[in-house]
């Protein structure tokens, strides 16, 4: 691809960058909001069984799709810098209620055919218990995500990106799965009187499974964050990265 200089400064490589990982952070991010509701559960492979996890992995539906925004935001905080990272959380924050109101307004909509209608409220209608685990959770842990991620490049310098990508995924991702699971399978269920998770094995069962998988998914994404960055090219390298959001 040329890299011939793209209006307000950067080039094409590096525009077609920002523009793939706002699009995947956006879409695991949907795809994670509308998939939320539905719990997994991820045999171990060659027969493992780990203590409170058991056999399998038990997460919800959005874990998969959701590892996928802290990868696409590390890649995007090396890229084009700490504003411009926020700024893609933050406006991502506000793009959730803009789902969700296309989703309930979908759903509200008069129907023509009962058994879709009734498919998609089974399949798509989040409850309220999800919906406020979701959101308090990605505004804490993703911007703790940012935060992290560049404080420690402050120390390292553009050196070291393996401990930065992995510090800060890891520890937001801890934050996220505590925060989810507290609020969606405990706290709001019983505040909304729907109900709550009795068991408490249950529910560290959840937060460690699920965090096991978002920690492997780090550590595996680190040479494809190198990569990523490799290809793109770092904006804050460049002469005028002003144009980026830095």
């Not at 997460?59 to 411009?84: N, Q």
């Not at 409850?127 to 995500?145: C, K, P, R």
């Amino acid at each position: 691809m040329s890299n011939a200089a793209a209006p307000g400064g950067g080039t094409d490589r590096q525009a077609v960058g920002q523009v793939a990982l706002l699009g995947l952070f956006v879409t695991a991010l949907v795809t994670a909001q509308v998939t939320a509701a539905k719990l997994l559960a991820l045999p171990l492979p060659f027969g493992l069984e780990l203590p409170v996890v058991g056999a399998s992995i038990t997460l919800p539906g959005a874990a998969l799709a959701y590892a996928l925004t802290f990868f696409a935001s590390d890649c995007y905080s090396e890229l084009y810098g700490r504003r411009a990272a926020q700024i893609m959380v933050n406006v991502g924050f506000a793009l959730n209620f803009v789902v969700l109101l296309l989703v309930f307004s979908t759903l509200e909509a008069p129907g023509v055919i009962p058994k879709v209608n009734q498919a998609f409220s089974t399949a798509l209608a989040p409850s309220a218990n999800i919906v406020l685990g979701s959101l308090l959770a990605y505004l804490v842990s993703q911007n703790w995500d940012v935060i992290l991620f560049h404080k420690i490049r402050e120390f390292t310098g553009q050196g070291h990106l393996w401990l930065r990508n992995i510090a800060s995924t890891a520890s937001s991702q801890a934050i996220d799965t505590v925060i989810f699971i507290g609020i969606a399978f405990y706290l709001a269920p019983m505040l909304l009187g729907i109900g709550r998770v009795e068991d408490p094995n249950f529910l560290i069962g959840l937060i460690v499974g699920q965090y096991l998988l978002k920690l492997l998914i780090a550590l595996l994404d680190t040479p494809v964050v190198y990569l990523v960055v490799r290809l793109v090219g770092r904006v804050r390298d460049k002469p005028n990265p002003a144009a980026f959001g830095n």
